[in-house]
């Protein structure tokens, strides 16, 4: 279980639009890519599109990995499937709130029903602040 200060910590740092490095299996290979990534309750959201080859990686092995200010950690990708489906609407409502500066400039198309959100639900991950290196274990 993680204490109140690391979970202050982490919401401080990624309860927001968070630039955050994603790593996928490519076959034997890993693959990385920059992320806008939202952080709540031990889970990383993003909004991508289901066919981009970060899913492709996914659908074959959905372990992966992220990276973030002094932030490292593990976790299982999950398809949460289409962003405007009524399962998703609470979280959906939160994404566009977050990434209000950026999510309308023509990038997302949210009639597609590829758009997908991608949840990274943490497994283990190692957070540094003031000097501290704090070993983390999610979902205990």
Known sequence: MLSEQIKTILNERFNKDALMALATINGAYPSVRTV???????????????LSNKMKHIDHNPH?????????????????????????KKIADKLMKV???WINNGHNNFADKNTIILCIKLNNGVLFSNGTRYELTFGI
């Open 64 to 88: 992966v990995a992220l990276s973030g200010e002094w932030f490292s950690a593990q976790g299982v990708a999950i398809n949460l499937g289409y962003f405007g489906k009524d399962e998703n």
């Open 36 to 50: 806008d990534a939202y952080y709540e309750d031990e889970c990383f959201y993003i909004i991508t599109h289901a």
């Open 99 to 101: 990434f209000y500066s």
